[in-house]
């Protein structure tokens, strides 16, 4: 993002009408350029009211991610955990921002949230939609003195550090995680998880742990997404402060990572469980072969493979993808 775009967004975040006169003037460039940048913001699913006479304005304005408020969120010690803690901008995924500079970072732990993705990256393959300064879009990078085999139900225990993130906002008991990590509200996609092995040796071993969570998805963005969502705002009935849920769900991450790297996912078995929404239910399952099955879940076990009941008896699954039946 160059310099003056950044300026013109912190100008306009306070949600005041700003002549293009003016805005001229501050950014020391012709009116018609400020329409031009006004023109980039807006393909980036900003909301950006234009009125004659008065000028222009991001309605309810906007709150950028602030470092120091993220870190107020967490304790001494879960900030010596991690070496360094960036927010950025807008870059093509904050998980490939970790993977691709591993090689330079020394054997430590690091976060980076950014404001915006432009290749926001999804389980199997798909897209993550990640508008500016809307959502949470948080990566970490993190070393475990183990071999990957040790990481097995890594990404079901962040599912329930998320949930306990959004514990802080609501009691609702329609909040739940569909194996093996999306965290659902009312079934429809509050949060997702997409976590990649990095490095490994005999002895240890890196993942990038990516996090998406929906705060306040814009109208913009609706029609880029495939799967029934959910936002923060919309479950919560409230304004949500981003840098809250962002410092929130930071100090319950680092807390989860350390438990699960001295405990495994035997920690957060019992946890996951109560959370699970597909316990009993009838179920649709596809396998990493595109085989789909049909049967009831019933659970996980202790490595946080998916059970599903068939004809032929209790089948366990390492990956797949699951979708619960709706029932005639
Ligand atoms: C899913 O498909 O459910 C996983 C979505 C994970 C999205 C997050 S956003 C931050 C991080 N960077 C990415 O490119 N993806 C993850």
């Not at 234009?50 to 906007?62: A, D, E, H, M, Q």
């Not at 076990?301 to 993808?321: A, D, R, V, W, Y």
Request: net charge neutral; hydrophobic share 40%; with cysteine.
């Amino acid at each position: 993002m160059t310099e003056t775009l950044k300026k013109l967004i912190t100008i306009l975040k306070d949600g005041e009408f700003h002549s293009g006169e003016q805005l001229g003037k501050t950014l020391g460039v012709t009116r018609s350029a400020v329409w031009k940048l006004i023109k980039q913001l807006s393909t980036w699913d900003l909301e950006i009211e234009s009125v004659t006479n008065k000028g222009y304005r991001i309605p309810g304005g906007l709150t950028l991610l602030s470092k120091e408020k993220i870190l107020s969120f967490l304790s001494f010690d879960q900030q010596a955990r991690l070496e360094k803690i960036e927010i950025l901008d807008n870059i093509p995924s904050t998980n490939d921002y970790l993977l691709h500079s591993l090689q330079a970072r020394p054997n430590k732990n690091y976060a980076c949230f950014a404001e915006k993705q432009t290749h926001g990256k999804g389980r199997r393959g798909r897209t993550w939609i990640a508008p500016f300064a809307k959502n949470i879009y948080l990566s970490v990078l993190w070393r475990f003195p183990q071999d990957p085999s040790a990481l097995s139900g890594l990404s079901l225990a962040i599912a329930v550090s998320i949930i306990e993130t959004l514990k802080h906002y609501t009691t609702t008991q329609e909040l739940g995680i569909k194996w093996p990590n999306d965290v659902l509200y009312k079934n429809h996609k509050l949060a997702g998880i997409l976590v990649e092995l990095a490095g490994e040796s005999n002895d240890n071993c890196s993942a990038v742990i990516g996090v998406g969570l929906n705060v306040d998805m814009p109208n913009a963005s609706h029609q880029y997404i495939t799967q029934p969502w959910a936002d923060l705002q919309n479950m919560t009935q409230t304004i949500v402060d981003r840098n809250e849920v962002a410092g929130l769900l930071l100090s319950h991450l680092v807390n989860t990572l350390i438990l699960f790297q001295n405990q495994g996912f035997h920690a957060f078995t019992e946890k996951w469980q109560t959370l699970d929404l597909t316990l009993g239910k009838p179920i649709s399952l596809t396998n990493s072969a595109s085989e789909k099955l049909q049967g009831i879940g019933r659970g996980i076990n202790e490595q946080g493979h998916f059970l599903l009941e068939t004809p032929c008896g209790i089948k366990s699954f390492s990956s797949g993808e699951v979708s619960i039946r709706l029932s005639n």
